[in-house]
Protein backbone atom coordinates (compact mmCIF):
# COMPACT_ATOMS: atom_id res chain seq x y z
CA UNK A 1 0.00 0.00 0.00
CA UNK A 2 1.17 3.93 -0.99
CA UNK A 3 -0.24 5.19 2.24
CA UNK A 4 1.37 4.92 5.47
CA UNK A 5 -2.18 6.17 7.33
CA UNK A 6 -5.66 6.45 6.42
CA UNK A 7 -8.00 8.25 8.45
CA UNK A 8 -11.57 7.21 6.53
CA UNK A 9 -14.87 8.67 8.31
CA UNK A 10 -13.85 9.35 11.72
CA UNK A 11 -16.00 10.81 14.51
CA UNK A 12 -15.46 11.03 17.84
CA UNK A 13 -17.53 12.06 20.36
CA UNK A 14 -16.91 13.33 24.26
CA UNK A 15 -19.56 11.80 26.75
CA UNK A 16 -19.64 14.54 29.90
CA UNK A 17 -22.30 15.14 32.37
CA UNK A 18 -23.37 18.07 30.67
CA UNK A 19 -24.50 16.22 27.68
CA UNK A 20 -22.59 14.79 24.31
CA UNK A 21 -19.56 16.75 22.57
CA UNK A 22 -18.82 15.75 19.05
CA UNK A 23 -15.18 16.90 18.58
CA UNK A 24 -14.63 15.30 15.21
CA UNK A 25 -17.08 14.96 13.06
CA UNK A 26 -16.48 12.62 9.19
CA UNK A 27 -12.58 13.30 9.15
CA UNK A 28 -11.27 11.61 6.38
CA UNK A 29 -7.06 11.76 5.38
CA UNK A 30 -4.04 10.01 4.44
CA UNK A 31 -0.31 9.95 4.95
CA UNK A 32 1.85 8.52 2.64
CA UNK A 33 4.60 6.68 3.35
CA UNK A 34 7.62 9.17 4.48
CA UNK A 35 5.17 12.14 2.87
CA UNK A 36 4.90 15.40 5.49
CA UNK A 37 0.86 16.68 6.49
CA UNK A 38 0.06 19.65 8.20
CA UNK A 39 -3.04 19.45 10.02
CA UNK A 40 -3.84 23.20 10.35
CA UNK A 41 -7.01 24.90 12.69
CA UNK A 42 -7.53 26.86 15.80
CA UNK A 43 -7.85 25.65 19.57
CA UNK A 44 -10.78 23.17 19.01
CA UNK A 45 -11.14 22.02 16.34
CA UNK A 46 -10.20 18.93 16.84
CA UNK A 47 -6.76 18.75 16.06
CA UNK A 48 -5.19 16.97 19.12
CA UNK A 49 -8.19 15.09 19.65
CA UNK A 50 -7.15 13.31 16.40
CA UNK A 51 -3.20 12.66 17.10
CA UNK A 52 -4.54 10.84 20.68
CA UNK A 53 -7.05 9.01 18.58
CA UNK A 54 -3.96 7.61 16.23
CA UNK A 55 -1.69 6.87 19.59
CA UNK A 56 -4.37 5.04 21.88
CA UNK A 57 -4.20 7.87 24.31
CA UNK A 58 -8.28 9.33 24.31
CA UNK A 59 -9.37 10.29 27.45
CA UNK A 60 -12.20 7.74 29.41
CA UNK A 61 -14.71 10.24 28.15
CA UNK A 62 -14.19 9.99 24.50
CA UNK A 63 -15.58 7.57 22.46
CA UNK A 64 -14.32 6.47 18.50
CA UNK A 65 -18.06 6.80 17.21
CA UNK A 66 -17.55 5.61 13.39
CA UNK A 67 -14.75 5.71 11.08
CA UNK A 68 -11.17 3.79 10.75
CA UNK A 69 -7.95 4.32 11.59
CA UNK A 70 -5.67 2.20 8.85
CA UNK A 71 -1.76 1.85 10.02
CA UNK A 72 -0.15 0.19 7.19
CA UNK A 73 4.20 0.11 8.16
CA UNK A 74 6.61 -3.17 7.05
CA UNK A 75 5.48 -5.26 10.28
CA UNK A 76 1.96 -4.42 9.56
CA UNK A 77 2.41 -5.61 5.97
CA UNK A 78 4.13 -8.66 7.27
CA UNK A 79 1.40 -9.61 9.21
CA UNK A 80 -1.09 -9.08 6.58
CA UNK A 81 -2.40 -5.55 5.55
CA UNK A 82 -3.54 -3.04 7.43
CA UNK A 83 -3.89 -2.91 10.92
CA UNK A 84 -7.29 -0.80 12.50
CA UNK A 85 -6.00 1.34 15.40
CA UNK A 86 -9.61 2.54 16.24
CA UNK A 87 -10.25 -1.34 16.93
CA UNK A 88 -7.93 -2.46 19.10
CA UNK A 89 -7.55 -1.94 22.88
CA UNK A 90 -5.39 1.14 23.98
CA UNK A 91 -3.82 -1.38 26.92
CA UNK A 92 -3.09 -4.52 24.99
CA UNK A 93 0.02 -5.59 23.84
CA UNK A 94 -0.18 -5.04 19.96
CA UNK A 95 -1.51 -1.24 20.78
CA UNK A 96 1.56 -0.95 23.18
CA UNK A 97 4.32 -2.04 20.51
CA UNK A 98 2.59 0.44 18.20
CA UNK A 99 2.68 3.33 20.44
CA UNK A 100 6.44 4.96 21.21
CA UNK A 101 8.03 2.29 18.87
CA UNK A 102 6.13 2.69 15.29
CA UNK A 103 4.33 5.90 15.84
CA UNK A 104 5.62 8.37 18.35
CA UNK A 105 4.50 12.03 19.32
CA UNK A 106 6.17 14.95 20.32
CA UNK A 107 4.02 17.16 22.30
CA UNK A 108 3.55 20.85 22.69
CA UNK A 109 4.98 21.32 26.06
CA UNK A 110 8.30 19.42 26.74
CA UNK A 111 8.57 20.60 30.25
CA UNK A 112 5.49 18.60 31.65
CA UNK A 113 5.71 15.76 28.92
CA UNK A 114 9.39 15.01 30.86
CA UNK A 115 9.55 13.90 34.08
CA UNK A 116 11.65 16.37 36.67
CA UNK A 117 12.26 13.55 38.67
CA UNK A 118 14.74 11.30 35.96
CA UNK A 119 17.37 12.39 33.62
CA UNK A 120 17.22 12.87 29.97
CA UNK A 121 19.24 9.89 29.75
CA UNK A 122 16.95 7.49 31.29
CA UNK A 123 13.86 8.76 29.64
CA UNK A 124 15.06 8.18 26.14
CA UNK A 125 16.33 4.56 27.38
CA UNK A 126 12.73 3.75 28.60
CA UNK A 127 11.67 4.31 25.52
CA UNK A 128 14.42 2.01 23.81
CA UNK A 129 14.09 -0.49 26.38
CA UNK A 130 10.41 -1.24 25.87
CA UNK A 131 10.58 -1.53 22.73
CA UNK A 132 13.61 -2.92 21.49
CA UNK A 133 15.83 -6.04 22.08
CA UNK A 134 19.29 -4.28 23.49
CA UNK A 135 20.65 -4.04 26.52
CA UNK A 136 21.06 -1.24 29.09
CA UNK A 137 24.94 -0.63 27.18
CA UNK A 138 23.16 -0.50 23.66
CA UNK A 139 20.45 1.81 25.14
CA UNK A 140 22.78 4.11 26.36
CA UNK A 141 24.85 4.53 23.12
CA UNK A 142 22.12 4.64 20.45
CA UNK A 143 20.87 7.24 23.20
CA UNK A 144 23.55 9.55 22.85
CA UNK A 145 23.60 9.21 19.52
CA UNK A 146 20.20 10.28 18.88
CA UNK A 147 21.27 13.19 20.92
CA UNK A 148 24.05 14.38 18.90
CA UNK A 149 21.25 14.05 15.57
CA UNK A 150 19.30 16.63 17.31
CA UNK A 151 22.25 19.29 18.11
CA UNK A 152 23.25 18.28 21.62
CA UNK A 153 26.67 19.81 21.79
CA UNK A 154 27.52 17.52 24.43
CA UNK A 155 25.40 14.12 24.39
CA UNK A 156 27.75 12.19 27.04
CA UNK A 157 26.52 15.13 29.87
CA UNK A 158 23.25 15.29 28.51
CA UNK A 159 22.49 12.12 29.43
CA UNK A 160 22.82 13.01 32.96
CA UNK A 161 21.05 16.09 33.19
CA UNK A 162 17.97 16.69 34.44
CA UNK A 163 15.37 18.81 32.08
CA UNK A 164 15.12 21.80 34.52
CA UNK A 165 19.08 22.24 33.59
CA UNK A 166 18.23 22.53 29.75
CA UNK A 167 16.57 25.41 28.27
CA UNK A 168 13.61 25.64 26.22
CA UNK A 169 14.74 24.74 22.76
CA UNK A 170 16.95 21.45 24.40
CA UNK A 171 13.93 19.99 26.20
CA UNK A 172 12.12 20.46 22.84
CA UNK A 173 15.20 18.30 21.41
CA UNK A 174 15.44 15.76 24.39
CA UNK A 175 11.41 15.35 23.27
CA UNK A 176 12.51 14.79 19.85
CA UNK A 177 15.08 12.21 20.79
CA UNK A 178 12.63 10.04 22.76
CA UNK A 179 10.52 10.24 20.10
CA UNK A 180 12.64 8.70 17.41
CA UNK A 181 15.31 6.67 18.65
CA UNK A 182 13.16 4.03 18.05
CA UNK A 183 12.99 4.77 14.00
CA UNK A 184 9.22 5.03 14.13
CA UNK A 185 7.26 5.01 10.82
CA UNK A 186 5.29 7.80 11.99
CA UNK A 187 5.89 11.18 13.56
CA UNK A 188 2.99 13.59 15.30
CA UNK A 189 4.65 16.47 15.76
CA UNK A 190 1.58 18.57 18.19
CA UNK A 191 2.71 22.09 18.14
CA UNK A 192 5.71 20.93 18.37
CA UNK A 193 7.44 25.26 17.88
CA UNK A 194 4.47 26.71 19.88
CA UNK A 195 6.79 28.59 22.86
CA UNK A 196 9.86 29.00 20.93
CA UNK A 197 11.86 31.87 19.89
CA UNK A 198 11.86 32.18 16.13
CA UNK A 199 15.37 31.10 15.89
CA UNK A 200 15.07 27.96 18.02
CA UNK A 201 12.10 27.10 15.79
CA UNK A 202 13.76 26.89 12.88
CA UNK A 203 16.46 24.81 14.12
CA UNK A 204 14.36 22.54 15.56
CA UNK A 205 11.83 22.15 12.14
CA UNK A 206 15.07 21.69 10.45
CA UNK A 207 16.00 18.98 12.99
CA UNK A 208 12.56 16.78 12.29
CA UNK A 209 13.34 17.62 8.26
CA UNK A 210 16.40 16.06 8.79
CA UNK A 211 15.75 13.24 10.01
CA UNK A 212 12.49 12.71 8.30
CA UNK A 213 14.79 12.13 5.29
CA UNK A 214 17.36 10.41 7.36
CA UNK A 215 14.83 7.62 8.43
CA UNK A 216 12.31 7.50 5.56
CA UNK A 217 9.54 8.47 8.06
CA UNK A 218 6.26 10.42 7.58
CA UNK A 219 5.43 13.58 9.58
CA UNK A 220 2.04 14.74 10.91
CA UNK A 221 2.75 18.35 11.86
CA UNK A 222 -0.52 19.79 14.20
CA UNK A 223 -0.23 23.74 13.94
CA UNK A 224 -2.18 26.74 13.68
CA UNK A 225 0.98 28.67 12.20
CA UNK A 226 0.01 28.98 8.58
CA UNK A 227 3.83 29.86 8.07
CA UNK A 228 5.26 26.75 9.73
CA UNK A 229 2.80 24.78 7.51
CA UNK A 230 4.70 26.56 4.33
CA UNK A 231 8.24 25.56 4.77
CA UNK A 232 7.69 22.09 6.00
CA UNK A 233 4.12 20.31 4.70
CA UNK A 234 3.69 18.74 1.60
CA UNK A 235 0.10 18.58 1.48
CA UNK A 236 -2.17 20.49 4.25
CA UNK A 237 -5.43 19.62 6.05
CA UNK A 238 -7.68 22.51 7.41
CA UNK A 239 -10.10 22.24 10.33
CA UNK A 240 -12.78 24.08 12.01
CA UNK A 241 -15.28 22.89 14.86
CA UNK A 242 -14.43 19.13 13.93
CA UNK A 243 -14.76 19.40 10.37
CA UNK A 244 -12.26 19.49 7.81
CA UNK A 245 -13.02 22.90 5.61
CA UNK A 246 -10.33 22.63 3.02
CA UNK A 247 -7.39 20.22 1.89
CA UNK A 248 -5.19 19.76 -0.85
CA UNK A 249 -1.06 20.36 -1.74
CA UNK A 250 0.96 23.15 -0.57
CA UNK A 251 0.50 25.19 -4.14
CA UNK A 252 -3.22 24.71 -3.57
CA UNK A 253 -3.53 25.96 -0.28
CA UNK A 254 -1.24 28.90 -0.81
CA UNK A 255 -1.51 30.53 -4.24
CA UNK A 256 -5.14 29.20 -4.44
CA UNK A 257 -7.40 29.10 -1.36
CA UNK A 258 -10.76 28.44 -1.89
CA UNK A 259 -12.88 28.33 1.83
CA UNK A 260 -13.51 31.63 3.46
CA UNK A 261 -12.30 29.84 6.55
CA UNK A 262 -8.67 29.44 5.00
CA UNK A 263 -8.81 32.75 3.96
CA UNK A 264 -9.38 34.39 7.11
CA UNK A 265 -6.69 32.47 8.53
CA UNK A 266 -4.08 33.75 5.73
CA UNK A 267 -5.16 37.24 6.60
CA UNK A 268 -5.21 36.80 10.38
CA UNK A 269 -1.13 36.50 10.48
CA UNK A 270 0.98 39.75 10.29
CA UNK A 271 3.03 40.29 7.38
CA UNK A 272 6.34 42.25 6.88
CA UNK A 273 4.84 43.28 3.17
CA UNK A 274 1.77 45.32 4.97
CA UNK A 275 0.40 48.36 3.91
CA UNK A 276 0.67 51.28 6.38
CA UNK A 277 -2.36 51.37 8.31
CA UNK A 278 -3.81 48.17 7.42
CA UNK A 279 -5.28 45.94 10.36
CA UNK A 280 -5.12 42.16 10.52
CA UNK A 281 -8.80 40.87 9.70
CA UNK A 282 -9.50 38.36 12.64
CA UNK A 283 -12.18 35.63 12.08
CA UNK A 284 -14.27 37.45 14.59
CA UNK A 285 -14.19 41.09 15.46
CA UNK A 286 -14.04 42.47 18.99
CA UNK A 287 -15.91 45.40 19.52
CA UNK A 288 -15.16 47.97 22.43
CA UNK A 289 -16.78 50.12 24.14
CA UNK A 290 -15.52 52.58 26.72
CA UNK A 291 -17.86 54.92 29.05
CA UNK A 292 -17.61 57.44 31.83
CA UNK A 293 -15.39 55.97 34.23
CA UNK A 294 -12.36 55.25 31.47
CA UNK A 295 -13.24 59.40 30.77
CA UNK A 296 -12.16 60.23 33.97
CA UNK A 297 -8.54 59.12 32.68
CA UNK A 298 -8.91 61.69 29.73
CA UNK A 299 -10.01 64.82 31.99
CA UNK A 300 -6.94 63.71 34.38
CA UNK A 301 -4.61 64.10 31.40
CA UNK A 302 -6.15 67.95 31.22
CA UNK A 303 -3.99 68.51 34.09
CA UNK A 304 -0.34 67.73 33.17
CA UNK A 305 1.94 70.28 31.77
CA UNK A 306 2.52 70.53 28.42
CA UNK A 307 6.73 70.71 28.20
CA UNK A 308 5.96 68.12 30.41
CA UNK A 309 3.76 65.67 27.79
CA UNK A 310 6.78 66.57 25.36
CA UNK A 311 8.93 64.33 27.39
CA UNK A 312 9.64 61.07 27.04
CA UNK A 313 7.53 58.89 29.33
CA UNK A 314 10.34 56.55 30.36
CA UNK A 315 14.11 56.93 30.53
CA UNK A 316 16.11 53.89 31.42
CA UNK A 317 20.06 54.65 31.59
CA UNK A 318 23.22 52.20 32.46
CA UNK A 319 20.91 49.62 33.80
CA UNK A 320 22.58 46.57 34.99
CA UNK A 321 21.74 43.17 36.59
CA UNK A 322 23.83 39.70 37.54
CA UNK A 323 23.36 36.38 38.75
CA UNK A 324 25.87 34.19 40.13
CA UNK A 325 25.12 30.45 39.61
CA UNK A 326 26.96 27.08 40.74
CA UNK A 327 29.02 25.94 38.14
CA UNK A 328 27.48 22.56 37.00
CA UNK A 329 23.93 23.30 38.01
CA UNK A 330 21.71 22.69 40.89
CA UNK A 331 23.49 19.54 41.68
CA UNK A 332 27.00 21.41 41.08
CA UNK A 333 29.45 20.98 44.02
CA UNK A 334 28.96 24.95 44.70
CA UNK A 335 32.66 25.50 45.32
CA UNK A 336 33.18 27.20 41.93
CA UNK A 337 30.28 29.89 40.63
CA UNK A 338 29.32 31.55 37.61
CA UNK A 339 28.33 34.89 36.83
CA UNK A 340 25.72 35.73 34.43
CA UNK A 341 25.12 39.33 32.56
CA UNK A 342 20.92 39.09 32.39
CA UNK A 343 21.26 42.82 32.02
CA UNK A 344 24.11 44.30 31.05
CA UNK A 345 24.60 48.61 30.55
CA UNK A 346 20.76 49.09 28.97
CA UNK A 347 19.60 52.68 28.26
CA UNK A 348 17.01 53.46 26.20
CA UNK A 349 13.56 55.80 26.03
CA UNK A 350 9.99 55.21 25.40
CA UNK A 351 8.02 58.20 24.12
CA UNK A 352 4.66 58.76 25.39
CA UNK A 353 1.87 57.48 23.68
CA UNK A 354 3.67 54.94 21.35
CA UNK A 355 4.50 51.82 21.82
CA UNK A 356 8.39 50.53 21.89
CA UNK A 357 9.25 47.10 21.11
CA UNK A 358 11.59 45.01 22.85
CA UNK A 359 12.79 41.75 20.35
CA UNK A 360 14.92 39.06 21.54
CA UNK A 361 15.63 35.33 22.04
CA UNK A 362 14.73 33.57 25.54
CA UNK A 363 17.28 33.85 27.61
CA UNK A 364 18.17 37.32 26.29
CA UNK A 365 17.08 39.69 29.44
CA UNK A 366 13.79 41.30 28.29
CA UNK A 367 11.88 39.62 31.15
CA UNK A 368 14.68 40.57 33.61
CA UNK A 369 14.45 44.02 32.45
CA UNK A 370 10.72 44.42 32.52
CA UNK A 371 10.82 43.09 36.36
CA UNK A 372 13.41 45.92 37.26
CA UNK A 373 11.23 48.45 35.63
CA UNK A 374 8.61 47.13 37.70
CA UNK A 375 10.65 46.90 40.51
CA UNK A 376 10.28 43.39 41.11
CA UNK A 377 13.62 42.86 40.63
CA UNK A 378 15.99 45.77 41.86
CA UNK A 379 19.00 46.52 39.61
CA UNK A 380 22.91 46.36 40.49
CA UNK A 381 23.89 49.72 38.66
CA UNK A 382 21.65 52.56 36.57
CA UNK A 383 18.34 54.87 36.60
CA UNK A 384 15.09 53.93 35.97
CA UNK A 385 12.78 57.71 35.61
CA UNK A 386 9.01 58.00 34.81
CA UNK A 387 7.54 61.33 34.00
CA UNK A 388 3.98 61.21 34.87
CA UNK A 389 3.02 64.42 32.76
CA UNK A 390 3.71 66.75 35.70
CA UNK A 391 7.24 65.81 37.21
CA UNK A 392 10.33 63.08 36.83
CA UNK A 393 9.74 60.24 39.70
CA UNK A 394 12.96 57.85 40.00
CA UNK A 395 11.55 54.51 40.27
CA UNK A 396 14.21 52.94 42.15
CA UNK A 397 14.32 55.95 44.69
CA UNK A 398 10.74 54.62 45.75
CA UNK A 399 10.32 53.74 48.80
CA UNK A 400 7.70 51.04 49.71
CA UNK A 401 4.84 53.67 51.01
CA UNK A 402 5.49 55.42 47.76
CA UNK A 403 5.51 52.55 45.37
CA UNK A 404 1.79 51.75 46.10
CA UNK A 405 0.85 54.82 44.43
CA UNK A 406 3.23 54.59 41.93
CA UNK A 407 1.89 51.04 40.74
CA UNK A 408 -1.07 53.03 39.27
CA UNK A 409 0.64 54.27 36.63
CA UNK A 410 2.56 51.44 35.72
CA UNK A 411 1.27 47.83 34.88
CA UNK A 412 2.08 44.51 33.45
CA UNK A 413 0.06 41.95 31.24
CA UNK A 414 1.49 38.38 31.70
CA UNK A 415 2.52 35.46 28.78
CA UNK A 416 0.45 33.10 30.07
CA UNK A 417 -2.95 34.71 31.51
CA UNK A 418 -4.06 30.98 32.93
CA UNK A 419 -1.39 31.30 35.71
CA UNK A 420 -1.89 35.00 35.99
CA UNK A 421 -5.54 34.74 36.82
CA UNK A 422 -6.47 33.07 40.29
CA UNK A 423 -8.55 29.82 39.63
CA UNK A 424 -10.33 30.75 42.86
CA UNK A 425 -11.79 34.12 42.10
CA UNK A 426 -14.43 35.57 39.80
CA UNK A 427 -13.41 37.23 37.11
CA UNK A 428 -15.25 40.10 38.48
CA UNK A 429 -13.33 39.69 41.73
CA UNK A 430 -10.30 39.68 39.42
CA UNK A 431 -10.91 43.28 38.18
CA UNK A 432 -12.21 45.18 40.96
CA UNK A 433 -8.89 43.40 43.29
CA UNK A 434 -6.81 46.12 42.15
CA UNK A 435 -9.56 49.06 42.78
CA UNK A 436 -9.75 47.26 46.17
CA UNK A 437 -5.91 46.80 47.00
CA UNK A 438 -5.14 50.99 46.21
CA UNK A 439 -8.84 51.74 47.78
CA UNK A 440 -10.06 53.46 44.88
CA UNK A 441 -13.89 53.82 45.08
CA UNK A 442 -17.20 51.96 46.56
CA UNK A 443 -18.48 48.59 46.17
CA UNK A 444 -20.95 50.24 43.62
CA UNK A 445 -18.34 52.11 41.46
CA UNK A 446 -15.85 49.24 41.46
CA UNK A 447 -18.62 46.81 39.79
CA UNK A 448 -19.49 49.60 37.08
CA UNK A 449 -15.94 49.68 36.52
CA UNK A 450 -15.64 45.97 35.78
CA UNK A 451 -18.65 46.22 34.02
CA UNK A 452 -16.87 48.59 31.66
CA UNK A 453 -13.52 47.10 31.49
CA UNK A 454 -15.50 43.92 29.91
CA UNK A 455 -17.02 45.98 27.51
CA UNK A 456 -13.67 48.19 27.12
CA UNK A 457 -12.18 44.38 25.77
CA UNK A 458 -15.16 42.92 24.08
CA UNK A 459 -16.43 40.61 26.61
CA UNK A 460 -19.90 40.30 27.51
CA UNK A 461 -20.43 41.81 31.33
CA UNK A 462 -23.08 39.11 32.00
CA UNK A 463 -20.04 37.05 32.81
CA UNK A 464 -18.05 38.86 35.55
CA UNK A 465 -19.47 35.67 37.62
CA UNK A 466 -17.80 33.04 35.72
CA UNK A 467 -13.90 31.70 37.11
CA UNK A 468 -10.63 31.95 34.95
CA UNK A 469 -11.34 28.33 33.58
CA UNK A 470 -14.69 28.53 31.49
CA UNK A 471 -12.92 31.15 29.01
CA UNK A 472 -11.16 30.07 25.88
CA UNK A 473 -7.21 31.43 25.71
CA UNK A 474 -7.66 34.63 24.17
CA UNK A 475 -10.73 35.28 26.01
CA UNK A 476 -8.30 35.00 29.58
CA UNK A 477 -5.95 37.51 27.56
CA UNK A 478 -8.53 40.15 27.05
CA UNK A 479 -9.60 39.68 31.15
CA UNK A 480 -5.57 40.00 31.81
CA UNK A 481 -5.89 43.11 29.58
CA UNK A 482 -8.56 44.01 31.08
CA UNK A 483 -6.81 43.75 34.86
CA UNK A 484 -4.45 45.97 33.52
CA UNK A 485 -6.43 48.78 32.36
CA UNK A 486 -8.87 48.82 35.79
CA UNK A 487 -6.04 51.15 37.51
CA UNK A 488 -6.35 53.36 34.60
CA UNK A 489 -2.17 53.13 33.88
CA UNK A 490 -0.43 55.44 31.69
CA UNK A 491 2.30 52.64 30.83
CA UNK A 492 1.61 49.02 29.84
CA UNK A 493 4.28 46.21 29.70
CA UNK A 494 3.26 43.10 27.75
CA UNK A 495 5.38 40.89 28.42
CA UNK A 496 4.82 38.01 25.34
CA UNK A 497 1.03 38.02 25.44
CA UNK A 498 0.02 36.67 22.11
CA UNK A 499 2.96 34.26 21.77
CA UNK A 500 0.86 30.90 22.76
CA UNK A 501 -2.32 32.17 20.76
CA UNK A 502 -3.59 30.87 17.64
CA UNK A 503 -3.30 33.43 14.27
CA UNK A 504 -6.99 34.58 14.33
CA UNK A 505 -7.17 34.88 18.60
CA UNK A 506 -3.28 36.47 17.89
CA UNK A 507 -4.95 39.32 15.83
CA UNK A 508 -7.94 40.17 17.59
CA UNK A 509 -6.00 40.73 20.83
CA UNK A 510 -3.19 42.88 18.60
CA UNK A 511 -5.67 44.86 16.93
CA UNK A 512 -7.52 45.07 20.16
CA UNK A 513 -4.50 46.87 22.10
CA UNK A 514 -3.97 49.04 18.97
CA UNK A 515 -7.46 50.56 19.39
CA UNK A 516 -6.97 50.62 23.17
CA UNK A 517 -3.84 52.70 22.91
CA UNK A 518 -5.95 55.36 20.58
CA UNK A 519 -8.57 55.27 22.89
CA UNK A 520 -6.90 55.96 26.13
CA UNK A 521 -3.55 57.52 25.01
CA UNK A 522 -2.07 54.55 26.53
CA UNK A 523 2.25 53.98 26.03
CA UNK A 524 3.57 50.78 25.54
CA UNK A 525 6.62 48.50 25.72
CA UNK A 526 5.82 45.36 23.66
CA UNK A 527 8.00 42.16 24.52
CA UNK A 528 8.25 39.54 22.03
CA UNK A 529 10.29 37.24 20.10
CA UNK A 530 8.27 37.22 16.78
CA UNK A 531 9.82 40.62 14.94
CA UNK A 532 6.67 40.21 12.33
CA UNK A 533 4.24 40.90 15.51
CA UNK A 534 6.37 43.66 16.95
CA UNK A 535 6.25 45.01 13.02
CA UNK A 536 2.43 45.31 13.47
CA UNK A 537 2.17 46.92 16.77
CA UNK A 538 5.37 48.79 17.78
CA UNK A 539 6.51 52.66 16.62
CA UNK A 540 9.92 51.70 17.94
CA UNK A 541 11.95 48.84 18.01
CA UNK A 542 14.81 47.69 20.44
CA UNK A 543 16.83 44.69 19.53
CA UNK A 544 18.21 42.97 22.36
CA UNK A 545 20.69 39.72 22.45
CA UNK A 546 22.98 38.40 25.80
CA UNK A 547 22.06 41.18 27.84
CA UNK A 548 22.40 44.35 25.40
CA UNK A 549 21.05 46.30 23.24
CA UNK A 550 22.14 45.65 19.94
CA UNK A 551 20.24 47.75 17.40
CA UNK A 552 17.56 50.45 18.16
CA UNK A 553 15.82 52.47 15.76
CA UNK A 554 11.74 53.08 14.59
CA UNK A 555 10.05 50.38 13.01
CA UNK A 556 10.22 51.49 9.46
CA UNK A 557 14.12 52.17 9.23
CA UNK A 558 14.85 48.80 11.22
CA UNK A 559 13.32 46.87 8.54
CA UNK A 560 13.98 48.54 5.87
CA UNK A 561 18.14 48.47 7.07
CA UNK A 562 18.57 46.35 9.31
CA UNK A 563 22.11 46.26 10.19
CA UNK A 564 23.64 44.21 12.83
CA UNK A 565 23.91 40.51 12.17
CA UNK A 566 21.78 39.64 15.26
CA UNK A 567 18.90 42.05 14.02
CA UNK A 568 19.13 40.48 10.37
CA UNK A 569 19.51 36.67 11.55
CA UNK A 570 16.14 37.11 13.78
CA UNK A 571 14.18 38.08 10.40
CA UNK A 572 15.36 35.80 8.49
CA UNK A 573 14.23 32.94 11.01
CA UNK A 574 10.07 34.49 10.99
CA UNK A 575 8.22 32.13 9.01
CA UNK A 576 5.64 33.46 6.81
CA UNK A 577 2.89 32.02 5.20
CA UNK A 578 4.14 32.66 1.51
CA UNK A 579 5.41 30.06 -0.81
CA UNK A 580 7.59 32.88 -2.02
CA UNK A 581 9.17 33.75 1.57
CA UNK A 582 10.64 30.44 2.55
CA UNK A 583 13.14 29.63 5.15
CA UNK A 584 16.68 28.65 4.50
CA UNK A 585 17.22 26.22 6.87
CA UNK A 586 21.18 26.03 6.10
CA UNK A 587 21.91 29.42 6.51
CA UNK A 588 20.06 29.72 9.66
CA UNK A 589 21.96 27.55 11.11
CA UNK A 590 25.59 28.12 9.92
CA UNK A 591 24.98 31.64 10.58
CA UNK A 592 25.31 31.20 13.91
CA UNK A 593 23.06 34.72 14.44
CA UNK A 594 23.14 34.40 18.34
CA UNK A 595 26.64 34.04 19.15
CA UNK A 596 28.26 37.71 19.79
CA UNK A 597 31.51 35.95 19.43
CA UNK A 598 31.04 34.62 15.87
CA UNK A 599 29.37 38.18 14.98
CA UNK A 600 31.60 39.81 12.29
CA UNK A 601 33.73 42.84 12.92
CA UNK A 602 33.33 45.44 13.86
CA UNK A 603 30.34 43.65 15.62
CA UNK A 604 31.89 40.76 17.31
CA UNK A 605 31.75 40.95 21.44
CA UNK A 606 34.10 38.51 22.58
CA UNK A 607 35.22 40.66 25.70
CA UNK A 608 38.35 42.14 23.89
CA UNK A 609 36.63 45.14 22.29
CA UNK A 610 34.89 48.10 23.86
CA UNK A 611 31.45 48.44 22.16
CA UNK A 612 28.60 51.34 22.09
CA UNK A 613 25.91 52.43 20.03
CA UNK A 614 26.60 54.46 17.01
CA UNK A 615 23.83 56.66 15.63
CA UNK A 616 23.65 55.59 12.03
CA UNK A 617 21.55 58.82 11.97
CA UNK A 618 17.48 58.95 11.53
CA UNK A 619 17.35 57.88 15.63
CA UNK A 620 19.01 54.15 14.37
CA UNK A 621 21.79 52.90 16.48
CA UNK A 622 23.91 50.19 16.37
CA UNK A 623 25.93 48.30 18.66
CA UNK A 624 29.68 48.66 17.29
CA UNK A 625 33.46 48.52 18.42
CA UNK A 626 34.45 52.33 19.59
CA UNK A 627 35.35 53.91 16.54
CA UNK A 628 34.85 51.81 14.49
CA UNK A 629 34.07 54.45 11.64
CA UNK A 630 30.21 53.35 11.38
CA UNK A 631 27.65 55.66 12.35
CA UNK A 632 27.29 59.92 12.25
CA UNK A 633 31.03 61.14 12.85
Request: charged content about 25%; glycine content about 8%.
Amino acid sequence: MDKLLQVKDLRIHFHLDEGVVEAVKNVSFDIPHGGTVALVGESGSGKSVISQAIMGILPKSAKIETGEILFCDEAALAQGGPIDISRLNPAGTTMQDIRGGRISIIFQEPMTSLSPLHTVGNQIMEALLLHRPVSVAEAAELTKDMLRAVGFPDPARALKTYPFELSGGLRQRAMIAMALVCRPSLLIADEPTTALDVTIQAQILKIIRDLQSELGMAVLMITHDLGVVANVAKDVVVMYHGEIMERGNLQEIYRNPQHPYLKALLAAVPRFDMEPGERLKPIRSIETKTGHLMAERENQNGSQKPEELEKPILKVDGLRKSFTIRKGGVFGSGKERNTVHAVNNVTFQVKRGQCLGLVGESGCGKTTLSKMLMRALSPDEGSITFNDGEKDIDILGLDEKSLVPFRQKMQFIFQDPFSSLNPRMTVGDILTEPLVIHNIGTPQSRKEMAEELMELVGLDRRHLKRYPHSFSGGQRQRIGIARALALRPELIICDEPVSALDVSIQAQILNLLKDLQAKLGLTYIFISHNLAVVDYIADDIAVMCRGRLVEMAPRESLFKNPIHPYTKGLLKAVPEPSLDHLLDFNHLMNEKASNPESWPTPFTDDGSQQLALSDMSGEHYVRTHVNSGLGVS
